[in-house]
Every structure is written in structure tokens, then in C-alpha cells.
């Protein structure tokens, strides 16, 4: 019946009342167990049942009041807190819950419970806020984007797809010189601008520039600084929206006064040495390296050695197997084969050995996430359990230019530097080490094999904590894969094969992994087909060369075509689990020998991993892929951006219903690592601003599961429009991006003059265009 039941690591004990009656028992727990929430204890009066009267949000979702909003959340927030408790509901209860029909409403609707529904005329009101998870996945025009791919052909624009989105600007309104910024009053720094003739046009005086040039300090987190309080010193100096709380003035001696910056050592956490910057962060690149990416001053010989090389083994075998023998006869395949033997030439380098890697039950894995996987929201789901994390999605030209947005997406946080979990040495490689393992991956697009490499180099000589490089081969953005890169390299297996080949001889002991979808287009997957290459080479090669040396792959179970719109195919995922699993039984009696590659260049000791992802939404889902596809874990994407805790739920094996006072403090969280991050100066808070409306846009999906008639939940469910448990929940539900700016508001003060969000998707149009 609960397919977490034999695998959940912690169950709660059993509900202690015993059930009658098998049906409406399980039903009467399940509701005692999730009614003891916050707002649920207050009991429901008519005159709340009857809705009309309340702003009813056009939208669907929720009723609120914009304005005053992030007062009386506040309030909402500490009143909530009290009340605070976590349910943890037992998975076997709620499975077995009876199924009441959401009634008149269509095929994929949320069952919220009727009490919950926002009833207009005795109605219940369809939300209409279509959620678009294509659009999504497409890049924003954020401060560290690599310029305008999420669109593509202009002529077949997707509607509803929101490509041009304008931040405003987040800037002081006179900006102070950088001579001044982190000295104090009496002793400036030389300004650099001012030379020659030339002027710089900002403010030189600290007073001046508090009095008019910037706003006053703001007072969410109680006018502390996040950064000063981690490491007793800020970077941002007067800059800093928080600086009263690191700056004072002094009366010197003679009587005349100076503002100073304060510093306080004691305060300062370990900071791994040689990784400087904002606390806690790591795989920070001096500028000279992206300087001389930019001037083509790298040195890339290494690379380049081996990309003649491949060109030159590329020519061999294209002349070899386009020819005919003399009389204008076919050759067999095995000639064709031996011909290449004869012909190949040795590459210039051999791979490294490798740094093992392992993935388990116990690592569930964060998936790449272009925008929403930055470096505050991975921290957050490293603290709720991520085994494993990415990188946002890196493209690899733009690191070879050195451009600084593109490296800003490889830095990460301490925390995803230390050993992921690791309980089942019995499925490790051998010569695994946890203790030299690390949660974080980069992941990078590359629609060539000398841009695979170069990237690669250049980033395993300047990224000190990677735990993998993983090559995207499921970014279905048109201008990716119109480019070659991303779901493209799907259907160009050979390239795919001699970049992992290449990829792996420049990574030094980093692995080498790739992420696939199923294929390019519906009902015609090819990722099987990939994946037997991956693992053993394409046949004319592999006695030569060996394997290509993948040592994970990930299978997205969708088509490039597919996008969102249907299931992940699960079953798909399975036969491609079995037959690696095949694959390790059977290696030595492998088909052919041709087939059967050298031992020593099987990837990662011989054990290839294999990693299932799409439509996780809970511990249930997880373990079931575990168990039943057979995967050796899971990767999470949009089930992470709506319920962070689902990591937790896996570690716990449990349902958790969450309050909402605590769903607030997860965002206060990400704010205040958003402000570690980016800065507390007024660009840094504004890119917090920014990444917080993006997250929020993910979870304000999230139903509390107190508020259903049956579980599971399913995470591409969509609710009627619905009030929460209590104000905050009914807040944290809304789709209104004007509620989740006011939302923001609690935790980075006052939106700025001039600051504008718009949501991915303008309309609410959900048809997706097909393509490809
Ligand atoms: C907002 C968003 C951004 C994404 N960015 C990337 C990316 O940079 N690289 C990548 O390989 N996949 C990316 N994906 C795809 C996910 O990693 C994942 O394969 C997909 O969402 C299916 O998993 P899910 O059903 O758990 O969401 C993205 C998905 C979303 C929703
Ligand atoms: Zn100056
Ligand atoms: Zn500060």
C-alpha cells in the first residue's frame, strides 16, 4: 500500500487510535493529525466560509491586501510562530486516505478540502494562474545572463513567454568612489578616476554621500548586517544598507569627529584559506584569469593537442568508412573495423585517474537550474539535505571569454564543498573516499568538442571544489539547441562520445557526467542508444580507445518536444536502469568482444551510475524510483524550487506538513544568504530581490498538505483558488507577483523607486507551441 513504508529510514510511530472502521478510521486520523495545525484550530465561522465579500484575487489562488501587507504578515508571521508545529504525518495514513473528487473541476486539479475552497455564489473558483514550467527553464535578463537565449526564433515566439523582462535598476541614486567605500572619514584611498583631467563624478565625502546619495539604512533584520554578523567585516562599507551596525563616530582627542568602519575578528568562521570575498563562499577566480581568458592569453595546449588529435582520428575513420573497396564493393563492417585498427594513431594524453564518485538512496540530488539554482537557494537545500548539487547551467564560449557572470554561476558554498552522505559501501566504487568527495558539480553546455575541453580545462585549473563536470545534453532552449549544444548533442552520439573522451583527458581527477533527456522528439527516444555508447564506446573505437569514460548519467524521462506538458516516463527510465544493471553482470560475456573495453578505462572503477529525474514531489516518489525503477537515486528539480523540505521528507522518510510561519522562514533564509552572496549594498540586495521573486515564484505552488483530501500530492496538480489554514498561508499561496513583492519587502526592506519584476510567463497561456 506505501511504497515508503519498507524504505523510509524514520517512520513516525503508528497514530495511537485504533481504526474501526479500515476507510473513514484512516480518514478521522489523518484528519486529527493534520488539523492540529496552526490556523486549523481556530474554528471556521460562516462569515469566513463566505468569500465574495473578500478581495477576490483575479488571479485564483488567494485574497490578499497589497498594501500594509508586509506589516501584518509580520504580524501574521510572529502570531503563527506560537503556534508553531511541524506536522509529520505519517506516509502510511494519508496513502491510504479515502478519494473525495474535487467536484466539477477538471483533470489535474488539487483535491483541496471543501472547507479551504474559495467559493464564489457557492462556486468554487478555478484558478487560472497557469504555471509554465517551459518558460521557466529559459533564461531571465538577469545581471549575470549571457545575453538574449531564451527565446530564439523570432518569428515563433512562444506566447506568453516573457523574454524582454526589465529589472529596473537597483543603484544609489549618486554613487560613492570606490576610494572612499571601506575607508574611514580621515583616511581615504587615492580615487583612480580622477587623474588626467578626467572627473569622477561620484561622491568623495562619506557625509555627503549618507545625507543624499543613498537611501537610509533599512531595518529588516533588525538593522543588523548579515554579512558583518558572520564575519565581523563587511566589504560594502558605507555602501551597506545595513552600515550603522558596523560604523560609528569617534571624537578624536582635539575634539574633531570621524566616522569609522568597525571590524571585529572574533566574529569570523573558518574561511577555507586561499578563498577570500563573501564569507563562506569558495571557487572565487581572481580576475587576472578572466582577464586573460578574455585577451586569449590561457594556455590551452593541452586541449588543443588533443583536439588535432581527435580531428585527425575523426578524418581517419570518416575516409575508412565512407570507402569502397577497388571493385566498387562494400566493405564488412569487421574490415572496416580492422582497417581503423591499423590506421589509428595514439592520442597525445591519456586520461588521469579519476577521483571515484557515488551516488546512492542516501544522496538525493538538486538538479541544475538555470537562475534558481544559485548558490543562496542550493545552500538552503544543502541545509535541508541535498546530497548533491549543480551548478546553474554554464555555457561553456562565455567561460572561455572570461566573462564574469558566467563564472560567478561555479562559485559555491562551504557547505556543498564537505562529503555528502555515504551509508552503503557495499554499492561504492572501489577506492571511493568520502572524505575527498564534495557535494558540488558544475554543469556546462558546449556545442563542439574544443569548447567542451577548454572549458574543462580552465575549469579544473580554477575551480579548487568540483566534484564532477557534467555536460548538458537536455537544454531544449531553441538557441542552445539550434547552436548544437544542450538536447542537440541527442541526436550527434559521436560527438557526444568523443567530447566525454576529450572532456575526460584535460578534467585531471575530476569525473566527467552527462545529463540526457529521452531524445529530441516525442516517441522516438534515443537515450538507450546513448547510453550503451557511453558506457562502452561506439564499437569501431573501443578496442582502440577503451570507454569513453562517463562516470554518471542522468536520464531526464521527457523529450526535447515533450517539454513539460506530460509525465516524465518512468517505465523508459526503468528498462534504461536494468540494462546498465545488465550490463555489470554480464560484462565479461559482453556480445562481441570488440565491445568488451579494457578494464582500466572503465569510467570510475567500472561502476557507471545512473540517476532517474522528473516528477519527484515527495519521499514516496523517491523511493519508489529507488526501488522499483531501480535508479541508484533521484534528481529533484521543481519539487526542490516548491518544497525545499522534500530533502528532509526523504531524510525522514515523512510527509511534513509545514506551517507556513516556517515556509517564511525558509525565505528569510534564502534572503539572508542572498545577501552573504550578492552583497548588502543596494546592487546586492536588489539581486537578492530579484533571485527571492524567482524562488517565490516557484513556491507559492506548493499546497500544504494539510489542506488536502488525499495524498499524494502530485506536482503537476494545480489548485482552485483556495484560502490556507490561516492569513500567512493564504499569503504564501498567492500567485500575485505584486504579493510576492511585498513578500520581499519583509526581509529586504522597501522595493526600491523604479524597481520592476514581471513573471516569466505575462500571460497565462499554457499551450506550448511544439518545436523542434
Ligand atoms: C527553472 C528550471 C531551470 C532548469 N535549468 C536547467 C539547467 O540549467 N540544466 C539542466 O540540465 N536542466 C535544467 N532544468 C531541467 C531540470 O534539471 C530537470 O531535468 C527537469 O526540470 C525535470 O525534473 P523535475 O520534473 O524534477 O522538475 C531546468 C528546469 C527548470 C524548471
Ligand atoms: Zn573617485
Ligand atoms: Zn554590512
Not at 472547507?115 to 538577469?142: H, Q
Not at 515527495?618 to 529507488?626: C, E, G, L, M, R
Not at 549594498?681 to 506548493?702: C, N, V
Amino acid at each position: 500500500m506505501d511504497p515508503s513504508a519498507s524504505s523510509a529510514p524514520a517512520a513516525a510511530p503508528p497514530p495511537t487510535q485504533p481504526s474501526q472502521d479500515n476507510q473513514h478510521g484512516t480518514k478521522r486520523q489523518l484528519d486529527e493529525q493534520i488539523n492540529t495545525d496552526a490556523g486549523a484550530k481556530r474554528p471556521r465561522t460562516d462569515a469566513q466560509d463566505a468569500v465574495p465579500d473578500a478581495p477576490s484575487n483575479a488571479n485564483g489562488g488567494v485574497v490578499t491586501e497589497s498594501n500594509g501587507v508586509a506589516e501584518s504578515a509580520r504580524q501574521l508571521a510572529a502570531e503563527s510562530k506560537q503556534n508553531e508545529s511541524v506536522k509529520e504525518v505519517q506516509a502510511k495514513t494519508i496513502v491510504d486516505a479515502p478519494v473525495a473528487e474535487t467536484r466539477g473541476l477538471p483533470k489535474g486539479t488539487a483535491p483541496i478540502k471543501q472547507e479551504y475552497l474559495v467559493k464564489v455564489a457557492n462556486r468554487i473558483v478555478e484558478a487560472d494562474g497557469a504555471v509554465d514550467d517551459d518558460a521557466a527553464e529559459a533564461k531571465t535578463t538577469d545581471s549575470r545572463d549571457r545575453g538574449g537565449d531564451a527565446g530564439g526564433d523570432k518569428k515563433k515566439k512562444r506566447k506568453g513567454l516573457n523574454e524582454k523582462r526589465d529589472f529596473g535598476r537597483s543603484q544609489d541614486a549618486k554613487g560613492l568612489c570606490y576610494s572612499r567605500a571601506t575607508f574611514n572619514e580621515n583616511s581615504p584611498g587615492e580615487c583612480r578616476f580622477e587623474r588626467d583631467g578626467k572627473r569622477c563624478n561620484v561622491h568623495h565625502n562619506i557625509r555627503e554621500y549618507l545625507a543624499e546619495g543613498r537611501r537610509p539604512d533599512l531595518e529588516v533584520f533588525s538593522g543588523q548586517c548579515p554579512i558583518y554578523e558572520v564575519s565581523g567585516d563587511c566589504p560594502m562599507g558605507w555602501k551597506c544598507l545595513f552600515v550603522k551596525s558596523h560604523s560609528e563616530e569617534v571624537t578624536h582627542e582635539d575634539g574633531t569627529k570621524e566616522l569609522v568602519l568597525l571590524k571585529d575578528p572574533s566574529r569570523k568562521k573558518t574561511i577555507i584559506p586561499g578563498e577570500e570575498s563573501f564569507p563562506g563562499t569558495v571557487n572565487n577566480v581572481p580576475t587576472q584569469r578572466k582577464i586573460e581568458l578574455s585577451r586569449k592569453k590561457y594556455d590551452f595546449s593541452k586541449s588543443q593537442a588533443y583536439v588535432q588529435w581527435l580531428e585527425k582520428d575523426s578524418e581517419i575513420m570518416q575516409k575508412i568508412f565512407n570507402s569502397k573497396q577497388a571493385e566498387g564493393v562494400s566493405k564488412t563492417h569487421d574490415q572496416k573495423v580492422q582497417e581503423y585498427r591499423a590506421a589509428f594513431i595514439e592520442p597525445p594524453l591519456k586520461p588521469a585517474e579519476k577521483r571515484r564518485v557515488y551516488f546512492g538512496r542516501e544522496t538525493p540530488v538538486l538538479a541544475p537550474l538555470t537562475t534558481q539554482g544559485n548558490l543562496p537557494f542550493r545552500r538552503l537545500c544543502v541545509e535541508m539535505g541535498a546530497g548533491l548539487t549543480y551548478s546553474e547551467m554554464a555555457v561553456g564560449l562565455h567561460v572561455l571569454q572570461g566573462q564574469k557572470h558566467e563564472w560567478a554561476l561555479l562559485k559555491a558554498h562551504e557547505s556543498e564543498t564537505r562529503p555528502p552522505r555515504f551509508e552503503n559501501p557495499s554499492a561504492a566504487p572501489s577506492g571511493y573516499d568520502n572524505s575527498r568527495d564534495l557535494k558540488f558539480a558544475a554543469q556546462i553546455a558546449a556545442n563542439q568538442p574544443w569548447v567542451a575541453l577548454k572549458t574543462t580545462q580552465a575549469l579544473v585549473e580554477s575551480l579548487p571544489h568540483l566534484r564532477l563536470i557534467d555536460i548538458n545534453c537536455g537544454c531544449p532552449i531553441d538557441m542552445v539547441f539550434k547552436s548544437g549544444a544542450g538536447s542537440a548533442l541527442l541526436d550527434a552520439p559521436a560527438k557526444l562520445e568523443r567530447m566525454i573522451r576529450g572532456m575526460n583527458t584535460v578534467s585531471g581527477e575530476v569525473p566527467i557526467t552527462c545529463k540526457l533527456r529521452l531524445g529530441v522528439r516525442d516517441g522516438k527516444p534515443t537515450a538507450q542508444k546513448t547510453i550503451e555508447r557511453l558506457a562502452f564506446g561506439e564499437s569501431e573505437t573501443s578496442n582502440a580507445m577503451g570507454a569513453p569514460g562517463c562516470a554518471a548519467i542522468t536520464l531526464h524521462g521527457r523529450s526535447r518536444q515533450q517539454r513539460y506538458r506530460s509525465d516524465a516516463d518512468w517505465g523508459y527510465i526503468a528498462n534504461c536502469a536494468a540494462m546498465i544493471q545488465q550490463y555489470k553482470k554480464e560484462k565479461a560475456a559482453l556480445t562481441d568482444t570488440v565491445r568488451a573495453p579494457d578494464d582500466s578505462t572503465l569510467p570510475n572503477g567500472g561502476k557507471m551510475f545512473f540517476i532517474g529525474n522528473g516528477d519527484c514531489y515527495s519521499h514516496v516518489d523517491y523511493f519508489d524510483h529507488i526501488d522499483n525503477a531501480r535508479v541508484d537515486t533521484v534528481m529533484i528539480a521543481r519539487g526542490a524550487l516548491i518544497k525545499p523540505w522534500i530533502f528532509e521528507e526523504i531524510e525522514k522518510g515523512q510527509y511534513l506538513d509545514k506551517s507556513a510561519s516556517e515556509r517564511l522562514s525558509y525565505i528569510e533564509k534564502f534572503s539572508r544568504y542572498g545577501i552573504e552572496c550578492w552583497g548588502s549594498d543596494e546592487m546586492g540586495i536588489g539581486a537578492t530581490r530579484k533571485f527571492l521573486l524567482e524562488y517565490l515564484s516557484f513556491t507559492h505552488r506548493y499546497v500544504p498538505i494539510g489542506l488536502l483530501e488525499h495524498l499524494p500530492p502530485k506536482i503537476n496538480d494545480r489548485p482552485p483558488a483556495y484560502r490556507g489554514r490561516d492569513d500567512l498561508e493564504t499569503l504564501l499561496a498567492s500567485n500575485n507577483f505584486k504579493d510576492w513583492i511585498k513578500i520581499s519587502e519583509m526581509f529586504l526592506g522597501p522595493a526600491p523607486d523604479g524597481f520592476k519584476f514581471e513573471p516569466k510567463h505575462k500571460s497565462n497561456a499554457y499551450e506550448v507551441e511544439a518545436e523542434g
